[in-house]
C-alpha cells in the first residue's frame, strides 16, 4: 500500500502552517503562499490518487488474463456455469474477500471444476479475478470450495461466475 496520501496531506499542512506564521510577510502574502501549498498539495493527492486507482485496475486487468489462460488451457471442457452456486461475501481481517462456492454435479458420471469468480465493486466494475480448482465431483455429488480476492478489495464487493467447466 502507497504512503503517499498521508505525506501529501502532511506536507501541504506543514506549508499551510509556516505560511501562516511566518514572522516577515504580510497577510496578503501569507494568504497567496498558503493557497498555493494548498494547491500543491491538492496536485500531489490527485496524482496520487489517480496512480492507485491505475494500479488496481492494472491488478484486475492481470488477475483476468491469468484466469482467461487458465480456463483455455483445459481442453474438452463442459460448460458448467449452471453447476456453480456462490454464497455471501465476506471480508476477512485481512481485507481479503472470501465467498463460498458450491458444486452440484447434475450428470451421471463424475467431474472435476475449474471455475472462474468475478469480485466486481457496486457499479459492476471488475476488482478481482480468481481461479478455483475443484477436484472430482461425484456423480448427483456437491462439493464446496471457497474463492479468495488476490488483494485486499475496498467497498461493496460482490462475486459472480465468469467462467466454470467440467472435465
Avoid: W
Amino acid at each position: 500500500m502507497s504512503h503517499r496520501l498521508p505525506a501529501a496531506t502532511a506536507a501541504a499542512v506543514a506549508a499551510l502552517l509556516l505560511a501562516g506564521c511566518s514572522s516577515g510577510s504580510n497577510p496578503t502574502s501569507a494568504a497567496s503562499s498558503a493557497l498555493a501549498a494548498a494547491r500543491s498539495g491538492a496536485s500531489a493527492l490527485a496524482s496520487a490518487a489517480n496512480g492507485l486507482a491505475s494500479s488496481a485496475a492494472s491488478a484486475a486487468a492481470s488477475a483476468e488474463s491469468a484466469a482467461s489462460s487458465a480456463l483455455a488451457g483445459i481442453k474438452g471442457g463442459l460448460d458448467a456455469k449452471s453447476d456453480i452456486g456462490l454464497g455471501a461475501v465476506v471480508t476477512g481481517s485481512d481485507g481479503r474477500s472470501d465467498v463460498p462456492v458450491t458444486v452440484t454435479n447434475r450428470s451421471t458420471q463424475g467431474y472435476r471444476y475449474t471455475v472462474q469468480v468475478n469480485f466486481d465493486d457496486d457499479t459492476g466494475k471488475l476488482l478481482d479475478t480468481v481461479i478455483v480448482n475443484v477436484p472430482e465431483v461425484a456423480a448427483g455429488g456437491t462439493a464446496q470450495a471457497t474463492a479468495r480476492s488476490n488483494r485486499t478489495l475496498s467497498g461493496t464487493v460482490k462475486a459472480a461466475v465468469g467462467n466454470a467447466l467440467r472435465y
